[in-house]
């Protein structure tokens, strides 16, 4: 059985270097439906310390919440010396203001689970009600190997990122361009999408296993079409959203993730005419020139829930 996670809105995730304290409360007014303060890659060594002082302080003095957004941490990898003292001090010190924490370079089950133990305790020992939910980032070719099991692992994990950059160090890709297309890339002439196959097995781990799949970055971000055209394939291909790392990318992929109102418009209108073939005993019908059946309502019927969820939410 898939486990039930959390409902919520995951188009966009804002990263913001916890060594930057000054663009916390700016982060906090933005439109990212998703903010994790960052303590690895963003952030230098020798600030390390500073910075994780910093999301502490962060965690505790701004009302996340109360502004509507869910709050995350991005922790240093198990194969660094610094994410034990990320987990210990920020769960112990700011965890109940803390919605998830981001995993980096997840690559077996077995970190999940060492992690959902440690978690565990710290929260017994510091009586924080609320779970802390995972994310988890697939960034490494034995993470993509084993991301199905990765996705099941915990009820904690609430969704998997695709970590682009780190992933095609992993994988020997010849590309330098973290989430967008590379021009050797080519399928009868055509260019084609290098991060298609290990996205589109992502979107699968996560669904079968009830979780958010969210796509990795697009790092160019003086490149707004190239950005909106990435935004669009991981949102058609299933993804709920896509992490964004300059706010100027936050508006065009909450667009890119929120049903326009004539594709809301045929869902519904898809529903209407399956209904009224079901009065007449039919188990198909014709919209807009097309054959609808039972498949279509299941398709129609996520675009009508999504477009309530963000309904209610906005």
């Known amino acids: 059985m898939p486990d039930t996670v959390p409902a919520r809105l995951n188009r966009t995730e804002l990263a913001v270097p916890a060594s930057r304290p000054e663009l916390f409360a700016k982060a906090a007014r933005s439109a990212a439906d998703v903010v994790f303060l960052d303590l690895e890659d963003a952030v230098a060594p020798?600030?390390?310390?500073?910075?994780?002082?910093?999301?502490?302080?962060?965690?505790?003095?701004?009302?996340?919440r109360g502004v509507g957004k869910t709050v995350s941490v991005r922790i240093n990898g198990a194969d660094t010396e610094w994410?034990?003292?990320?987990?210990?001090?920020?769960?112990?010190?700011?965890?109940?203001?803390l919605d998830l924490i981001m995993v980096p370079k997840v690559s077996r089950r077995e970190d999940v689970l060492a992690l959902d133990m440690w978690l565990a305790q710290i929260e017994r020992a510091k009586k924080i009600p609320t779970p802390i939910g995972l994310e988890l980032l697939i960034e490494t070719a034995q993470g993509l190997a084993n991301v199905e099991t990765i996705a099941s692992a915990s009820p904690r994990v609430e969704a998997l990122l695709l970590g682009s950059g780190d992933l095609a160090a992993s994988m020997g890709m010849r590309t330098t361009n973290i989430g967008g297309l590379s021009a050797a890339y080519a399928v009868d002439g055509r260019q084609a999408d290098?991060?298609?196959?290990?996205?589109?097995?992502?979107?699968?781990?996560?669904?079968?296993?009830?979780?958010?799949?969210?796509?990795?970055p697009y790092a160019d971000f003086n490149d707004p079409q190239g950005l909106k055209e990435a935004a669009a394939r991981a949102a058609a291909l299933g993804c709920e959203g896509k992490m964004v790392i300059h706010p100027s990318q936050i508006a065009p992929v909450n667009e890119a993730f929120t049903p326009d109102p004539m594709e809301i418009e045929r869902a519904k209108g898809i529903l209407l005419a399956l209904e009224e073939a079901a009065e007449r005993g039919q188990g198909a019908?014709?919209?807009?020139?097309r054959l609808v059946d039972i498949?279509?309502?299941?398709?129609?019927?996520?675009?009508?829930?999504?477009?309530?969820?963000?309904?209610?939410?906005?």
């Open 194 to 216: 290098i991060w298609h196959y290990a996205l589109a097995r992502l979107v699968v781990a996560a669904r079968a296993a009830g979780k958010r799949p969210v796509d990795g």
């Open 295 to 314: 498949a279509s309502i299941r398709q129609a019927r996520v675009v009508v829930a999504k477009a309530e969820r963000l309904r209610q939410w906005s």
């Open 83 to 97: 994410m034990y003292r990320d987990v210990v001090d920020v769960v112990e010190k700011a965890g109940s203001r």
């Open 285 to 289: 019908a014709t919209y807009e020139g």
């Open 46 to 64: 020798s600030d390390k310390a500073k910075a994780r002082k910093n999301a502490i302080e962060g965690l505790n003095d701004i009302d996340w």
